[in-house]
């Protein structure tokens, strides 16, 4: 699965939360100022061209659906994220965020719970 770009990210969530649309659809739905309609366009190709949506024509419009959900995407760059900057330790990425105070000890208390309540 190739990387993608922040404008390509920010393009995605748009298209996992309305699902199968138009380019209009989902350039209407990007936040404001909207970039410019060719530029978004761009941006969906790309995307196209990545595998990560799929193109089909009716009649005059493409109808743009996701090929990959936003969980599995998620889980695939999580997993290179770890594995490039935490020697793929989750207790390594875990304490760096203690240590930097972006996680707190209730917060850490809160993930136990949860984990030890799906065991």
Request: aromatic share 10%.
């Amino acid at each position: 699965m190739e990387k993608l770009t922040h404008q390509e990210e920010e393009v995605m969530l748009i298209v996992w939360q309305k699902g199968e649309g138009t380019i209009r659809d989902y350039h209407e739905l990007s936040p404001k100022p909207l970039m410019p309609y060719t530029t978004f366009a761009s941006i969906i190709k790309n995307l196209e061209r990545k595998k990560y949506l799929k193109m089909r024509r009716i009649g005059t419009t493409n109808l743009c659906i996701p090929l990959i959900d936003e969980s599995e995407y998620k889980r695939k760059f999580m997993s290179g994220v770890i594995r490039d900057y935490f020697q793929n330790s989750y207790k390594e990425m875990v304490s760096f965020f203690a240590k930097d105070e972006k996680i707190s000890a209730d917060e850490l208390k809160e993930i136990i719970k949860i984990i030890e309540k799906d065991e």
